[in-house]
């Protein structure tokens, strides 16, 4: 089994037990059993989805890659990669000094959003292939 190799190998490698930090075997299993787990959920929800098992998962990842087909179709990946660095360090400050402006308009356009979405899944067809919300 994979998971046996990949914990008992790594902290017998010489570059670990001769340099560098401490490995402690409890963290290395926990780290490694997430790892594992979160990697084995995301490629049963791709395959489920790509085997049409699932109608509401698959029209949503269908979806997403149509998206991202015609986002790329317009804009090069690289000019999308340059606006995503550059708005995670201009957006925040700008954030911080007009808060009062910003979260009343961003209230709205949540309301906005749930309204849309309430009625997106009041629709027939599409309320049965969507996961109902969870109440609290």
């Not at 979160?38 to 109608?55: C, F, H, I, P």
């Not at 911080?96 to 209230?107: A, F, R, T, W, Y």
């Amino acid at each position: 089994f994979v998971f046996d190799d990949v914990v008992f190998v790594v902290p017998l490698s010489s570059r670990y037990r001769h340099g560098g930090f401490p490995l402690d075997q409890e963290k290395l299993v926990t780290m490694v059993t997430l790892a594992i787990n979160q990697t084995s959920s995301r490629l049963n929800r791709v395959r489920s989805a790509l085997l049409v098992e699932d109608v509401g998962t698959s029209m949503m990842m269908f979806l997403n890659v149509l998206g991202l087909y015609q986002l790329t179709c317009w804009l090069s990946p690289l000019s999308i990669l340059t606006v995503a660095y550059l708005a995670m360090f201009i957006i925040p400050p700008v954030y911080e000094k007009n808060k009062v402006q910003i979260d009343p308009v961003l209230k709205q356009i949540g309301a906005q959003c749930t309204t849309v979405l309430a009625q997106v899944r009041a629709l027939p067809v599409i309320g049965q292939l969507l996961p109902k919300e969870k109440t609290a």
